[in-house]
Antibody
Framework: EVELVESGGGLVKPGGSLRLSCVAS????????MNWVRQAPGKGLEWVSS????????YYGDSVKGRFTISRDNAKNSLYLQMNSLRAEDTAMYYC????????????WGQGTMVTVSS | EIMLTQSPGTLSLSPGEGATLSCRAS???????LSWSQQKPGQAPRLLIY???SRAAGIPDRFSGSGSGTDFTLTISRLEPEDFAVYYC???????????FGQGTRVEIK
């Protein structure tokens, strides 16, 4: 079964850091670009970051550029999001999502991990 | 930046009725780059339609997508109880690569 499982969320103070992880199973992880998408409580979806299969191409949304770093370890079937200088507005459910190659969208999503930034 | 505006914000309908959801882009979008997803409370989004009109694997044929340029539509021909959810349109822009979502349309039971 194709599956993505996120972890690492929690409560952090403004200005703090957190590292999210996403472990993939049921498919060849190294063959797919991967993404992080977030959703603030009661709000819509916001794309955060994308990383290509070999990590050669990395992109960020404007709201996280310079603060968040996406990475992957294909040997461990894992995707990461290092989040620094966290703000209250970063409070959200963070989803890991697999790219649907050549279709310009995401077709596999994890269940998400919640990040709360509050003092 | 291309903005996506979905309408209506909320659609109140009864099971068995049809639903028409709109997604309007502030600039022309390639049909290849437009998709629709469904999200139920407490769940992750699920891809319904990609390339504006192609159904994803396992999606019932009561869901259909259409449109081009700046106007796209998701149609649910006959609402089943499990279709009451929030629907998002999504677009990809290529330079630099980025994805944006509409604000969502909630389809609720009347």
């Amino acid at each position: 079964e194709v599956e993505l499982v996120e972890s690492g969320g929690g409560l952090v103070k403004p200005g703090g850091s957190l590292r999210l992880s996403c472990v993939a199973s049921g498919f060849t992880f190294s063959s797919y670009s991967m993404n992080w998408v977030r959703q603030a409580p009661g709000k819509g979806l916001e794309w955060v970051s994308s990383i290509s299969r070999s990590s050669a191409d990395i992109y960020y949304g404007d709201s996280v550029k310079g603060r968040f770093t996406i990475s992957r370890d294909n040997a461990k079937n894992s995707l990461y999001l290092q989040m620094n200088s966290l703000r209250a507005e970063d409070t959200a459910m963070y989803y890991c999502a697999r790219h649907f190659d050549e279709k310009f969208t995401f077709n596999i999503w994890g269940q998400g991990t919640m990040v709360t930034v509050s003092s | 930046e291309i903005m996506l505006t979905q309408s209506p914000g909320t659609l109140s309908l009864s099971p068995g009725e049809g639903a028409t959801l709109s997604c309007r882009a502030s600039q022309s979008v390639s049909s290849n780059y437009l998709s629709w997803s469904q999200q139920k409370p407490g769940q992750a989004p699920r891809l319904l339609i990609y390339g504006a009109s192609s159904r994803a694997a396992g999606i019932p044929d009561r869901f259909s997508g259409s449109g081009s340029g700046t106007d796209f539509t998701l149609t649910i021909s006959r609402l089943e109880p499990e279709d009451f959810a929030v629907y998002y349109c999504q677009q990809y822009v290529s330079s630099p690569p980025a994805w944006t979502f509409g604000q969502g349309t909630r389809v609720e039971i009347k």
